[in-house]
C-alpha cells in the first residue's frame, strides 16, 4: 500500500490537532513518534512525508527516528532552525501581536506569505473577507504554542543523519521562511535535491500546481521498497 502524509504547520481548528502540537512544543521526538505510530496504524509500513515550513523539521525528526519506515522525504519552505536573528524577530513578533494585535498579524501574515501577484486576482472586498475569516477561525492558542516550537526547533543534526532520497523546495520569493533555510537543509543533508520555485512561503495556496509539479515526478522516481 503506497501512502504519502503531508506533515503541514497549518492554523489547525480540532482538538486532535491542538493536542498534538501541544505534544511538540514541550517534546518534539515524542510527537514525531506519535506522527510514525498513527501512519503505522493506518496499515502503511514504509511511506513518503512531505513537511512544510515547520513541517520540514517534524517530518526530519521523524525520518531520523524511523529511518527504516520513511520512503522518501520532500520538505518544502522548511527550516532546520531558527536561531537567526532575523526569524527570532519574526516569530517573537508574531507571538507578540498574537496578544496584542491580531487583526495586525493577519494583515502581516497575507503581505509576507504571499507574492504581489496573488493580490491581483482580489478586490478590496476580498482581500478583506478573508482576513475577517482568519481572526475569527484561526485557534490562535495552537499557532502560539507552534511558534513557541518555531523559536526553540533545531534539527540539523537530525538532518545530517538522514539517508532516504530527499527532495528539498524552496520558495524564490519567501519572505517568511528565507530560502537560505532551504539551502541549508541541502547542504546538511546527505545527496539531498535542491530546487527552487516561483512563489511566496505559502505556495500550496498561491501555486499548488507549481508545487505538485516539483513533487510528483521525484515520488513517481522513489523506490516502492
Not at 12 to 18: A, E, L, Y
Not at 67 to 72: A, G, M, Q, T
Not at 106 to 120: A, H, K, M, Q, Y
Not at 134 to 157: A, F, H, P, Y
Request: charged share 25%.
Amino acid at each position: 500500500m503506497e501512502v504519502g502524509f503531508f506533515v503541514d504547520d497549518a492554523r489547525q481548528n480540532t482538538t486532535d490537532c491542538i493536542e498534538f502540537q501541544s505534544r511538540i512544543a514541550q517534546h518534539l521526538d515524542t510527537a514525531d513518534s506519535d506522527f510514525v505510530v498513527l501512519v503505522v496504524v493506518a496499515t502503511a509500513e514504509s511511506f513518503s512525508i512531505i513537511g512544510f515550513s515547520l513541517g520540514a523539521a517534524i517530518a526530519i525528526a521523524a525520518t531520523a527516528e524511523h529511518k527504516e519506515r520513511i520512503r522518501s522525504l520532500v520538505l518544502l519552505n522548511g527550516f532546520a532552525h531558527a536561531g537567526d536573528a532575523r526569524s527570532q524577530l519574526e516569530f517573537r513578533f508574531w507571538r507578540d501581536l498574537i496578544d496584542r494585535d491580531r487583526d495586525a498579524l493577519v494583515r502581516l501574515i497575507l503581505l509576507t506569505g504571499f507574492t504581489p501577484e496573488w493580490f491581483d486576482a482580489l478586490s478590496v472586498e476580498d482581500v478583506d473577507a478573508i482576513m475577517s475569516r482568519m481572526v475569527s477561525e484561526t485557534n490562535w492558542s495552537g499557532m502560539r504554542r507552534q511558534i513557541d516550537v518555531d523559536l526553540l526547533v533545531d534539527v540539523r543534526r537530525e538532518a545530517a543523519s538522514l539517508s532516504c532520497p530527499t527532495l528539498v523546495i524552496g520558495s524564490l520569493y519567501d519572505h517568511m521562511v528565507s530560502p537560505a533555510h532551504s539551502r541549508e537543509l541541502t547542504r546538511l543533508i546527505p545527496g539531498a535535491r535542491h530546487v527552487e520555485i516561483a512563489s511566496g512561503h505559502l505556495a500550496p495556496m498561491e501555486h499548488p500546481s507549481r508545487v505538485l509539479d516539483v513533487i510528483e515526478p521525484f515520488l513517481r522516481t522513489t523506490p516502492t521498497s
